[in-house]
């Protein structure tokens, strides 16, 4: 069983008409006109901006005065409003508390277009037959859902470790990011028993998903060894800068457990103390 929302691909022939596009040679399918556009690597807001779109890609974006809008099938005046990319939610559980449409009508108009969520509460229930199942109503939503397998990394034995032969067939999939948050205590304690999975996570090309909360020094080192890519447990600005330093990706939480936003939100103004050597 494969969910239908596989990574997009740009062919060369996806990629010659884009240049067209982009250099009015052929006409956009759908162009927004007169926006502010975020730009999100430059820290800039660059007013009249024109956006060309073209099936499931943008082919450009900047100022585009002299574009004839004759051929074009669907033109948007935003009428200087902001644009920004859409928001990754990295790391939530949509099993937890609600259905999944009743989630999207919060999430979809605050921007989030993607989902990345856990579903290590389905397993230990209804084991890999479950999880495909819960993957399954995932599919054909207003925006883009996507899971990590379930780690399995309890302090409770009955419910410590995935089956490899489980883990196998969820990793084939394209909807299966990587291995879900593998917390670090049991990863450090027992790790005969799950290294192999995070290792067999790490060979099929896919992201091990962190979960430090109160691992320090030494021992934060050590779990960041295993190849562990990202963290959503810092409470402070000072837990975000130790991860940060070891190269993990870390997400501020914000949810119904915790609200650390507020203490860890000082950040911004450390890493812009923080400049090259002088």
Not at 126 to 144: E, N
Not at 183 to 202: E, G
Not at 221 to 233: N, V
Not at 255 to 260: L, Q
Request: charged fraction near 20%.
């Amino acid at each position: 069983m494969r969910c239908n929302m596989a990574p997009t691909i740009l062919h060369g022939k996806d990629a010659h008409r884009l240049m067209r596009v982009a250099l009015g040679q052929e006409p956009a399918q759908t162009v927004i006109v007169n926006a502010r556009v975020v730009n999100v690597y430059t820290a800039e807001v660059l007013p009249g901006q024109t956006i060309l779109i073209d099936g499931a890609w943008i082919a450009y974006v900047g100022e585009y005065r002299d574009f004839d809008f004759s051929r074009t099938a669907h033109v948007i005046d935003a009428a200087g409003k902001v644009i920004i990319p859409g928001l990754i939610d990295g790391h939530t559980h949509l099993a937890w508390f609600f259905s999944v449409p009743e989630f999207l009508k919060a999430a979809i108009p605050g921007g989030t277009t993607t989902i990345v969520t856990e579903t290590m509460e389905i397993y230990p229930v209804a084991g890999y037959d479950g999880v495909c199942d819960f993957l399954a109503s995932l599919a054909d939503q207003p925006i883009k859902i996507f899971a990590t397998a379930p780690a399995m990394a309890s302090t409770s034995r009955r419910t410590m470790g995935i089956r490899p032969k489980d883990l196998q067939r969820l990793l084939q999939r394209d909807d299966i990011l990587g291995l879900g948050e593998s917390y670090w205590q049991t990863v450090l304690q027992q790790p005969q028993r799950l290294l192999p999975a995070l290792t067999d996570t790490l060979i099929a090309g896919k992201r091990l998903e962190g979960h430090s909360a109160g691992a320090r020094g030494r021992k934060l080192a050590a779990y960041a060894a295993t190849g562990i890519s990202s963290c959503h447990e810092p409470i402070s600005a000072e837990d975000v800068l130790a991860r940060l330093r070891l190269g993990l990706w870390v997400m501020a939480r914000e949810g119904s457990i915790r609200r650390d936003l507020k203490s860890i939100a000082p950040i911004k103004d450390q890493s812009m103390a923080i400049g090259p050597p002088g």
